[in-house]
């Protein structure tokens, strides 16, 4: 029986015993509270300009766009299971790597879950970069949305030469002091990660578990070409950006030569913004750079599964991936993999516009390294701070 079309009511059903025609009926009416990232103008826009008016249409289902990330949400989540609460403030959320690591460690993610929808036949589940989170086996409890590879971005004209490793840059920052700095945040730490690999010797080194000798080993090294290169960094290594946001405004009024962006297509994003000048480009380090996927994940005690799933299964259907892929839109790679789709599909993907300023994908997939555990990541934001930050 169709739910009545209330957007204030949702479905405390467990799908798990559920057709999907029946999950549909039931999810209609109902809304459903999104937690993301929302630190992105076009990200935002094909949010709210375009998912969340054809949920409506197509299931009327009120999808409400909340913010929220990381660490907020593993501390919310631990509050509302430590106060017993019965339903979370949050229905669907938009995860990866160390946040998917911290909810399963507290059980809080519902699952396994992604065998349902539909269009999950279309995931390149066996593609180690999608089907395997920071070493992690995603085993359904968190869904791929998007899959996207690290990238430096430079001005052509400025820049017409880049450093390629970490050799080339350590001479570039002593020939142009001011010029390079490494964000304190998600994307620097990233950029480190792939340096970490790259200083381990081996572009497998540090896949599985966490390493501590390891770790111990790739950092020492890595602290000290830090340390060694930073008094020609951006404010002679003395503070660094917290927000990726203020470096790309210091890369486009010439303050840098270099940004970063975890996601190979944003540059073209930003020259449609008129953010980047035209001539504008990206590129990958000779010793590569990492590539993941992100994620939607149904907290266990959301009060509407059933319309989070729904939500889910839309967001990963052809049409949704095909205009998110599209760069004028988002430029986020797909998770589908174009040769499961029908006939009609694969043409609309093999005929997307050419990337204008980012390298194609099939030329920076031979330099794509996995993330490793999340337990790098926690470390480098932790000693980048002490053996770097704090070294005066």
Not at 168 to 180: D, I, R, S, T
Request: aromatic share 12%; charged share 20%.
């Amino acid at each position: 029986m169709m739910a009545c079309n209330n957007a204030t009511i949702t479905s405390t059903q467990d799908p798990s015993q559920l057709n999907w025609k029946d999950i549909e009926q039931k999810a209609a009416g109902t809304t459903v509270q999104m937690t993301m990232w929302q630190g992105d103008p076009l990200i935002n826009r094909y949010m709210q300009d375009y998912v969340v008016p054809e949920l409506k249409q197509r299931y009327q289902i009120n999808l409400q766009l909340n913010t929220g990330q990381g660490n907020a949400l593993v501390k919310m989540m631990m509050a509302e299971k430590e106060s017993q609460q019965h339903t979370s403030a949050t229905d669907l959320c938009w995860i990866n790597g160390e946040t998917f690591f911290q909810l399963r460690q507290i059980d809080a993610l519902y699952g396994p879950f992604t065998q349902q929808l539909p269009n999950s036949q279309y995931i390149d589940f066996d593609n180690p970069f999608i089907g395997i989170d920071f070493q992690q086996k995603v085993d359904g409890f968190e869904c791929p949305w998007g899959n996207v590879q690290e990238c430096i971005i430079f001005d052509s004209v400025r820049t017409p030469a880049p450093p390629r490793n970490l050799q080339a840059l350590e001479a570039y920052v002593q020939a142009h002091p001011g010029k390079w700095t490494i964000p304190y945040e998600f994307t620097g730490m990233t950029l480190l990660k792939a340096w970490l690999i790259a200083l381990s010797g081996d572009k497998n080194a540090l896949n599985g578990d966490f390493d501590e000798e390891k770790y111990k080993a790739a950092s020492s090294q890595l602290w000290a070409y830090i340390n060694r290169i930073k008094p020609y960094f951006w404010r002679k290594g003395e503070t660094f950006p917290e927000n990726l946001a203020t470096m790309h405004q210091m890369f486009a009024n010439g303050e840098l030569d270099f940004t970063l962006s975890n996601n190979d297509a944003e540059v073209d994003n930003k020259i449609l913004q008129n953010i980047f000048p035209g001539t504008t480009k990206a590129y990958v380090f000779e010793t590569g750079t990492i590539q993941n996927s992100h994620y939607l994940g149904i907290p266990k005690l959301s009060g509407n599964k059933i319309g989070a799933m729904v939500v889910t299964n839309f967001m990963i259907s052809p049409e949704a991936q095909y205009r998110k892929y599209m760069p004028s839109v988002w430029g986020d790679g797909t998770v589908l993999d174009i040769q499961k789709l029908p006939q009609d599909w694969q043409l609309k993907f093999n005929n997307l516009p050419e990337r204008q300023h980012a390298p194609k994908r099939k030329d920076i997939q031979p330099y794509a390294l996995r993330e490793p555990a999340p337990e790098y990541m926690v470390r480098l934001f932790e000693d980048f701070r002490k053996y770097v930050i704090d070294q005066r």
